[in-house]
């Protein structure tokens, strides 16, 4: 009954396996915020800079939730299951520049990139209701 701040980390490129898909571009550590569910969106814009060469959209989201991104459906059939939630995450591979994603429900999403050396992970956006 307390407040609380969940963050993510992302590890540094010597923490990454051999077999990782990332290669040599395996980044360096990053920490990210995960929003509260009452601030969660049902639409996000952003831009993604050209200046890393792999991108990412990770969207987190009930699986029945009917997603666009660049008006193009997002098909959550391949969805990894959150334990002990009804929700989903999908990691979707992006291109340089502007984005928007869209729901019927809300949803998070994070926005990723790495290169050599060097990477983000970003919360995509929120909505800061009271509570």
Same mark, same amino acid.
């Given at each position: 009954d307390e407040p609380l701040l969940?963050?993510?980390l992302l590890g540094g490129q010597d923490l990454v396996q051999a077999d990782s898909p990332f290669g =040599?571009?395996?980044g360096d550590p990053? *920490?990210?915020l995960v929003p509260p569910d009452r601030q969660l969106r049902r639409d996000y814009?952003? *831009?993604v800079p050209g200046t890393y060469a792999l991108d990412? *959209? =990770?969207?987190?989201?009930a699986a029945d939730t009917a997603l666009a991104l660049d008006g193009e459906p997002v098909d959550l059939a391949g969805a990894a299951p959150i334990p002990g939630t009804a929700r989903v995450f999908l990691h979707l591979p992006l291109g340089d520049g502007g984005h928007r994603v869209t729901?019927?429900?809300p949803?998070?999403?994070r926005v990723t990139a790495f290169d050599d050396f060097v990477s983000y992970a970003l919360t995509g956006g929120l909505d800061l209701r009271k509570p």
């Amino acid at each position: 009954d307390e407040p609380l701040l969940v963050v993510g980390l992302l590890g540094g490129q010597d923490l990454v396996q051999a077999d990782s898909p990332f290669g =040599t571009r395996a980044g360096d550590p990053s *920490l990210f915020l995960v929003p509260p569910d009452r601030q969660l969106r049902r639409d996000y814009a952003f *831009l993604v800079p050209g200046t890393y060469a792999l991108d990412f *959209l =990770t969207v987190v989201a009930a699986a029945d939730t009917a997603l666009a991104l660049d008006g193009e459906p997002v098909d959550l059939a391949g969805a990894a299951p959150i334990p002990g939630t009804a929700r989903v995450f999908l990691h979707l591979p992006l291109g340089d520049g502007g984005h928007r994603v869209t729901g019927d429900g809300p949803f998070a999403i994070r926005v990723t990139a790495f290169d050599d050396f060097v990477s983000y992970a970003l919360t995509g956006g929120l909505d800061l209701r009271k509570p």
